[in-house]
């Protein structure tokens, strides 16, 4: 039996889906899952279960010993936190412990799950994997994303780690639960009252292709040193909404929030929820406000030439989403 492949974060959003692809396909995997996680998927899969966490030292060691391979997906991916030191702890310092223990163990592959939004807006539009960051990112997510890029980057060169990196765009699919699937089913039980930031645009992929990226990336003997943009497909939010609309008959907003109203919107109600303690209305805090007004278009083409990834149409990903919430 061939050593197992490590996943973290196998019970999120793009893990799930990943976790069933690698099993499908043949791969001994194990997962490095939370006491609180729900794993009875992940069971059935016949996924070895290591209960830990990416913020403990320990746990992390026991997870990684005897895999050759390393797929880091766990991070906290959201546009608001009430202690918003979670995206250091999980993001920089959770990277940092698997990183150093695949390092230590001498695996043979460490694939590392970014974003584009580490980009944030660079001077070539659409940008690629090899274009620099724009002067500035938009969110703590991005900030602290794109120091756990710089930290296995590192680890690369002084622990000579063997390292690839993939950028998915925002992913769609069914089971989301995060900002796409949560504006999805906003605009599906008609909680908007106004659609917002209806022309700027962001690069949007499913995540069975973002899952079918990383089972390639796994089975290339040349993976190390790789690095991939996933997602091809750069749309306005209004033309999301529009294939909404197409796909379930859902009555759009009737009106659009103009872009200085959404920002200054966003603005007082993070304010509010640094009183409440719960999360902006609507999803609408500064972060995904900044965010969203600059746009983040990506070109992800490079992965359909070099790994054969064939991107879902955009159509078929919304269609997935709302049967999926």
């Known amino acids: 039996m061939t050593d197992p492949i490590l996943l973290t974060g196998a019970t999120g959003f793009i893990g799930r889906h990943l976790t069933r692809q690698l099993a499908a396909a043949g791969y001994g995997l194990r997962a490095l899952v939370r006491s609180t996680s729900d794993t009875t998927e992940l069971q059935q899969l016949g996924v070895e279960i290591v209960e830990g966490d990416v913020t403990d030292w320990e746990s992390v060691c026991r997870a990684v010993e005897g895999c050759r391979r390393v797929v880091h997906l766990a991070n906290i991916y959201s546009m608001w936190e009430q202690d918003p030191s979670v995206y250091r702890r999980v993001n920089v310092e959770g990277t940092r412990r698997v990183a150093q223990a695949a390092a230590e163990s001498g695996v043979d592959l460490f694939l590392h799950i970014s974003t584009v939004a580490v980009f944030g807006r660079p001077h070539e539009v659409p940008f690629h994997e090899r274009c620099a960051p724009g002067p500035e990112l938009f969110?703590?997510?991005?900030?602290?994303?794109?120091?756990?890029?710089?930290?296995?980057?590192?680890?690369?060169?002084?622990?000579?780690?063997?390292?690839?990196?993939?950028?998915?765009?925002?992913?769609?699919?069914?089971?989301?639960?995060?900002?796409?699937?949560?504006?999805?089913?906003?605009?599906?039980?008609?909680?908007?009252?106004?659609?917002?930031?209806?022309?700027?645009?962001?690069?949007?992929?499913?995540?069975?292709?973002?899952?079918?990226?990383?089972?390639?990336?796994?089975?290339?003997?040349?993976?190390?040193?790789?690095?991939?943009?996933?997602?091809?497909?750069?749309?306005?939010?209004?033309?999301?909404?529009?294939?909404?609309?197409?796909?379930?008959?859902?009555?759009?907003?009737?009106?659009?929030?103009?872009?200085?109203?959404?920002?200054?919107?966003?603005?007082?109600?993070?304010?509010?929820?640094?009183?409440?303690?719960?999360?902006?209305?609507?999803?609408?805090?500064?972060?995904?406000?900044?965010?969203?007004?600059?746009?983040?278009?990506?070109?992800?083409?490079?992965?359909?030439?070099?790994?054969?990834?064939?991107?879902?149409?955009?159509?078929?990903?919304?269609?997935?989403?709302?049967?999926?919430?």
């Open 139 to 325: 969110s703590e997510y991005a900030r602290t994303k794109f120091e756990a890029d710089r930290v296995v980057e590192e680890f690369a060169v002084s622990h000579r780690l063997p390292l690839a990196i993939l950028y998915p765009g925002s992913v769609l699919g069914p089971g989301d639960q995060k900002s796409s699937g949560r504006y999805v089913d906003d605009i599906l039980h008609r909680r908007l009252p106004m659609a917002v930031f209806s022309d700027d645009v962001m690069t949007w992929v499913h995540v069975r292709d973002v899952a079918d990226a990383v089972t390639r990336l796994l089975g290339r003997d040349d993976a190390a040193g790789a690095r991939y943009v996933v997602g091809c497909h750069r749309l306005t939010m209004h033309q999301i909404n529009d294939i909404i609309h197409q796909v379930s008959g859902v009555q759009l907003p009737r009106f659009e929030m103009p872009d200085w109203l959404a920002r200054l919107s966003a603005r007082m109600l993070t304010g509010l929820s640094a009183v409440t303690g719960r999360a902006p209305m609507w999803g609408l805090s500064t972060d995904i406000a900044r965010t969203m007004s600059h746009s983040i278009q990506a070109d992800g083409r490079r992965a359909e030439r070099e790994l054969g990834v064939e991107y879902t149409d955009i159509h078929t990903a919304l269609e997935d989403t709302i049967r999926g919430n």
